[in-house]
């Protein structure tokens, strides 16, 4: 932008006015002070007036800075004005205007509530490839890799599919990549998918959490929703899925429960709720396997207390689900009742029997 | 200070070329004022003239109006005829000395009224500006005879006084880590009692000695090899301004509609609240990250309890807006600090009205920050300085000067630097103690009044400058190490977030936080 085109004919803006105002006062002006010419007087008046402008325009600029704001707006300079014990001239735009009721649902969406998301714009130094985040274009063989993996999750054949799960599981250099692989399989997780797809979906997710150079612990707080959303989800018709997905949300914890120390409790916390009474069969099934996933000391917090309520519950209903259900229940409890054996010399057979 | 240095409060800030035309008129006028005086006055106030002609002329070359300076020196040369030796310096293009110094003028308390009354009578606002700044004017009681010459004097404000730069006491370092250390255990606060069965019984097992957690002892983070966290409010066109509190835990954030929503991180939930009335200017998190500072065009600074959501206490800051709120980095001692037009303003939590007010700036005060120690706070201005400011005695012991009006300050942990951003997209550091500026950046000149510093930060190992703006980039400046701003040594672009505010953790993660433009 020219910065002082603009600037410059402000000021002869001003003084042209100035000049108009005067002349046309010219009688009166002449009567008031006849030792000044009509000129000196618009002169004068113009620096007045110029000076006076800025000044609001200042105080009003301040309030943008103040606010942060891109542009200066009506509430900064009514401010301003304000603040000088001067009426507010400027209304907002959207008073005077009439709306129509009748097409305001159709050509506006509401006004959505402020939301936080996160993401990391640098780690250690380097930018990761995600959405949020400025970059240059991914590096061709970056982006042949992506499509070969994409390709073959979406339907391969199965020595094909051995081979890139092997990869992803162990290959170097997938940090700057993994982004981009993660992206593709949580947006994966959340469209409809048929069941092979979606167990492809998770094994690749599963395979890159164990691959230490993937580095996907950047991306935890995208990975971990997406295979949370595959163990517990309520439309999802494989139990194959499930067990997949609660495998790769233990081998998360695992991995990284240690340094983060509310991602178990959290991952807990999303089971233990995925057990109330008003869930789906099949999202129970999912968050009793991945209960037990866990290991024997989540299944004893977790599941123990009201594994004889559910475990009735569970009889009453004659369903194939609901047998699943029961099943996965009686091999968490033998998963405990074994490590239980192991840790203790009383083994709690009354729980047992009562369970069972 | 025992004279009295301003003749009226506030100023003009101009663009240049503007300012250079309304120098040259409002000295002409000044001087023809003074000419026409009666005589014991006329000899006294004369004193003025040389300062103010020496230094509207500064003005009018600094607005680049070669055409106006030549005639204007020209015009008055001969009237400052025993200022001859300034005036070749004047000549000879010589302008440092002169803006480094103040002239101390004496004048009796009738002169000064006088010329007081004079000044603010006609709004001569250039002249008012410039003796504020350059003029050191004291009062004496009777008519001095004859009225000496003004005395050009080196500005010593920089070199007055020894400051105490080191870190805390001991005893205090304690009391903030035991205020770290008693932060609780549970993790999850709602009342899902599986979950935290669960999260006691993994303590439990990580409490034994068998298996210490060594991970959780983390080493420090780089600051040359940033990681940051970047917090991004979408939806939010009128966020007005955002603050991560330390732990990163969460995000408080006020908005131009006056009100504050703080988020949570780990739970994505958040609260709602109003107390204020007009925009939200300034937010600040407490150490221990439950207290929570606010500031808005009201002029009303309120504290916040985070944990219950209800606001503890409303302090009537100042008479415009409050441009920024700062508590002091104590765990006991309740103090904080805010700014606005009028200047700063220091306050304990037990009381609503201030127990130092800080006078001196010749703008609005829009930024405030306290020193690592807490006896000394810095504020910007957009009188284009920083000034460090003596808390107990309520005066100012440095003035650091900055290229244009500052809109973001920090002070280094070690307490011995202190940085700026600016409006104009630069960024500038001082060495506290000598007031000597270290190093400088200025952004290329087009985009120059576009891109407003919002934030400056010094990582927790004083290594780094993380500096953030409107131009929705993250610099990191590897800021004492080489003693040059040349270039950033990292920087990180987001796509479409202006940078509200950076900061570092004790751990030396940088945290980043902006509204997402869409």
Request: charged share 25%.
């Amino acid at each position: 932008m020219a910065a002082r085109k603009p600037k410059k004919s402000a000021s002869s803006l001003v003084h042209e006015w100035a000049k108009v105002v005067c002349g046309e006062a010219n009688e009166q002006l002449q009567k008031a002070s006849p030792a000044m010419r009509v000129e000196e007087i618009a002169t004068e008046v113009a620096l007045r007036v110029e000076t006076r402008v800025r000044s609001l325009i200042q105080t009003a600029h301040r309030r943008r800075v103040g606010r942060r704001g891109e542009k200066l707006s009506v509430e900064d300079i009514n401010g301003a004005l304000e603040s000088r014990g001067e009426p507010s001239l400027l209304r907002g735009s959207a008073g005077s205007r009439e709306l129509d009721l009748k097409k305001l649902p159709s050509s506006s969406s509401p006004p959505r509530e402020p939301s936080l998301a996160l993401h990391w714009l640098s780690v250690d130094g380097n930018q990761p490839e995600t959405a949020e985040n400025d970059l240059e274009p991914m590096p061709r063989e970056h982006e042949l890799y992506v499509r070969k993996v994409t390709e073959t999750i979406k339907g391969g054949e199965s020595d094909e599919r051995k081979l890139v799960f092997r990869s992803l599981r162990t290959a170097d250099g997938l940090a700057g990549v993994a982004p981009a692989l993660i992206k593709f399989c949580t947006d994966e997780t959340r469209r409809k998918r048929s069941e092979g797809t979606l167990r492809n979906v998770v094994a690749a997710l599963r395979a890159l959490v164990l691959n230490r150079r993937a580095r996907v612990e950047l991306l935890l707080h995208d990975v971990l929703p997406a295979v949370l959303t595959c163990v517990v989800a309520k439309k999802l018709n494989s139990e194959v899925v499930r067990e997949e997905a609660a495998r790769c949300v233990a081998d998360i914890c695992e991995e990284f429960g240690d340094k983060y120390a509310t991602l178990r409790p959290r991952v807990a916390k999303t089971l233990a709720d995925a057990l109330a009474d008003d869930k789906p069969m099949g999202t129970r099934y999912g968050a009793i396997v991945g209960i037990t996933a866990l290991g024997p000391l989540a299944v004893a917090t977790l599941l123990i207390p009201d594994a004889a309520a559910l475990a009735d519950k569970l009889q009453t209903k004659d369903h194939a689900d609901a047998r699943a259900c029961s099943f996965a229940l009686l091999q968490a409890i033998l998963l405990y009742a074994d490590h239980a054996a192991a840790a203790s010399p009383k083994p709690t057979t009354m729980m047992i029997r009562r369970a069972a | 200070m025992p004279s009295s240095s301003s003749i009226l409060g506030r100023s003009l800030e101009m663009d240049d070329a503007f300012s250079a035309r309304c120098f040259a008129r409002a000295y002409e006028a000044f001087h023809h004022w003074i000419e026409g005086t009666i005589e014991p006055v006329r000899s006294e106030v004369k004193a003025l003239l040389f300062p103010a002609f020496a230094h509207s002329y500064l003005r009018i070359v600094k607005g680049d109006e070669e055409k106006v300076a030549g005639a204007f020196l020209e015009r008055w040369t001969e009237a400052h005829a025993s200022h001859f030796p300034e005036i070749e310096e004047l000549k000879r293009g010589d302008l440092e000395r002169l803006r480094r110094s103040k002239f101390e003028v004496r004048l009796s308390a009738v002169a000064a009224e006088l010329v007081g009354e004079y000044l603010t009578r006609t709004a001569n606002v250039s002249m008012i500006q410039l003796l504020n700044e350059h003029a050191r004017i004291e009062i004496v009681e009777s008519f001095s005879k004859g009225g000496g010459d003004a005395v050009l004097v080196e500005d010593e404000v920089n070199t007055r006084s020894e400051l105490k730069l080191g870190a805390l006491s001991s005893s205090v370092v304690d009391a903030r880590a035991r205020a770290f250390s008693t932060l609780p255990e549970t993790f999850l606060d709602d009342d899902d009692d599986k979950a935290n069965r669960y999260a006691a019984a993994l303590l439990a097992r990580a409490r034994r000695p068998a298996d210490t957690v060594e991970s959780t002892a983390r080493p420090l983070l780089s600051a040359l090899e940033p990681t940051a966290l970047a917090f991004s409010l979408s939806d939010a066109r009128d966020v007005s301004t955002l603050k991560p509190s330390r732990d990163a835990r969460r995000l408080a954030a006020g908005f131009a509609d006056s009100s504050i929503r703080v988020y949570r991180v780990d739970e994505k939930t958040r609260t709602n609240k109003v107390a204020h009335e007009g925009p939200i200017y300034g937010l600040s998190w407490c150490t221990a990250c439950r207290y929570l500072l606010s500031c808005a065009s009201d002029g009303v600074a309120v504290l916040w309890d985070t944990e219950t959501g209800r606001a503890l206490c409303r302090y009537k800051a100042h008479a415009g807006p409050a441009w920024d709120v700062s508590w002091a980095d104590l765990s006991r001692g309740h103090v904080f600090a805010t700014c606005g037009a009028d200047g700063g303003r220091v306050f304990t939590t037990d009381r609503p009205d201030p127990v130092r007010i800080l006078a001196g700036h010749w703008g609005d005060a829009t930024r405030v920050t306290f020193h690592p120690n807490a006896h000394y706070l810095l504020t910007g201005s957009t009188d284009k300085t920083c000034r460090l400011w003596d808390v107990r005695a309520g005066s100012y012991c440095r003035v650091l000067e900055a290229p244009s009006p500052v809109t973001s300050v920090d002070v280094s942990p070690d307490g011995h630097y202190a940085a700026a951003g600016c409006e104009d997209g630069s960024v500038r550091l001082w060495h506290l103690d000598s007031g000597a500026q270290v190093a400088s950046h200025h952004p290329p000149k087009k985009k120059i009044r576009t891109t407003p510093v919002y934030s400056v930060a010094f990582s927790a190992d004083a290594v780094a400058l993380a500096s953030g703006g409107k131009d929705r980039c993250v610099r990191i400046w590897a800021a004492i190490e080489d003693g040059r701003l040349s270039e950033p040594h990292r920087l990180f672009k987001t796509k479409a977030t202006p940078v509200f505010d950076v900061s570092w953790t004790q751990k030396n993660l940088c945290l980043v936080s902006g509204p997402l433009l869409v």
